[in-house]
């Protein structure tokens, strides 16, 4: 391809996108042992930094749908972690943590003694190089429009609500806090993105992790639904049905494999041309063109380059030979991109 800004941004997406999932993925398999899930804890988090906040203004912090935020209420309250209080106007009630929902938070509050994702970043770059990092995702949430999720970092940081910062120095606070924003501002950005080319899939009557799904197979021909739930951050369950979604839509086909009950997945013309097409009418109405059209190379490629470092920290190991994979993919397009 020509474009070499266009192949930075792809990969500064992806880059940014298997970091988000590594985390993520991580962080609710800890809080789960504890016997609520991670959306459940950040509306507990959102509940304590803003008592009585209204339903709405959780979805939006949350980058929610108000029926998700509804569904995940009723299980809180059920739960008695959270209780409905009512308000002057009866139509509209507050939102607050009970003892119980307490309990929760501190349970889940990480220090020290926890494995948690962000402390292995603390030692990886330099404050300047952090400072770098975070300032970028700072900027594109602000070209977002999603700058109110600053506010709601500086609330879970000074209480302290998602990180114990008592055994920590001064530095490392400093560091971790910072880590904390990123973090934030990283998911917002992903979300975000996500939502915009979701809604640019409906012409091509394809879901998200339907187009994800089909650029795995098409980067690593003959891969197992098994080893395509791993590489995707999905449960083996989600994982069949996407496969099987595909299968029906005659994007795939499958080939019997030498471990049992396994089939090797492969695209087809139908579901290259399906990419082909999503990349050709879509990729350059993504939004993200639009937040990084002004952005230097040099920088983009230093961000890249960070981005890189920790995804191998989190052990990420796949994503730079995906990236790879993906360049070659759409090199091979390109004649079919005109």
């Known amino acids: ?6 192949l930075d941004i792809h990969t500064f997406y992806n880059l940014s996108r298997y970091c988000f999932l590594n985390i993520e993925y991580n962080y609710s398999s800890v809080v789960e042992q504890t016997g609520i899930t991670l959306p459940q804890l950040r509306i507990l988090w959102i509940l304590k930094a803003f008592p009585g906040i209204s339903l709405g203004k959780i979805a939006t912090i949350g980058y929610w749908t108000c029926p998700t935020v509804t569904n995940i209420l009723k299980i809180l309250v059920d739960k008695k972690l959270v209780v409905k209080e009512d308000s002057v106007n009866k139509k509209v009630y507050k939102l607050n943590v009970t003892e119980e929902g307490e309990k929760y938070i501190n349970i889940n509050k990480q220090n020290k003694s926890k494995n948690f994702h962000l402390f292995d970043l603390m030692n990886l770059f330099s404050e300047e190089e952090l400072d770098l990092i975070v300032d970028f995702y700072k900027d594109i949430v602000i070209k977002c429009g999603k700058d109110y999720i600053f506010q709601y ?27 904390v924003f990123f973090y934030n501002t990283l998911r917002i950005f992903i979300l975000h993105v996500e939502h915009d080319h979701r809604l640019l899939l409906k012409n091509l ?29 999905w449960s083996p369950s989600t994982a069949s049905l996407i496969v099987k979604n595909l299968y029906t839509k005659d994007l795939i086909y499958k080939e019997k494999a030498a471990v049992k009950n396994s089939l090797y997945l492969f695209i087809n013309s139908k579901g290259e041309q399906t990419l082909i097409e999503d990349f ?9 063109n639009d937040y990084l059209k002004d952005t230097e190379e040099k920088t983009l490629n230093t961000i890249n ?4 470092l920790i995804n191998k920290k989190l052990k990420n190991d796949m994503v ?4 790879e994979k993906i360049h070659e993919i759409l090199e091979s397009y390109h004649d079919k991109f005109r």
């Open 153 to 179: 970092v500086d609330k879970i940081n000074s209480l302290s609500l998602k990180v114990d910062y008592t055994d920590f120095s001064e530095d490392e606070t400093k560091k971790l806090k910072k880590l």
């Open 205 to 233: 009557n394809l879901t998200y992790p339907q187009l994800r799904a089909l650029w795995i197979i098409e980067a690593f021909p003959g891969v197992t639904s098994r080893a395509l739930s791993s590489l995707a951050f």
């Open 1 to 6: 391809m020509k474009n070499r800004k266009s």
């Open 305 to 308: 380059n960070h981005l890189y």
């Open 280 to 288: 050709k009418l879509n990729n350059h109405r993504l939004i993200i």
């Open 320 to 323: 730079e030979t995906y990236i």
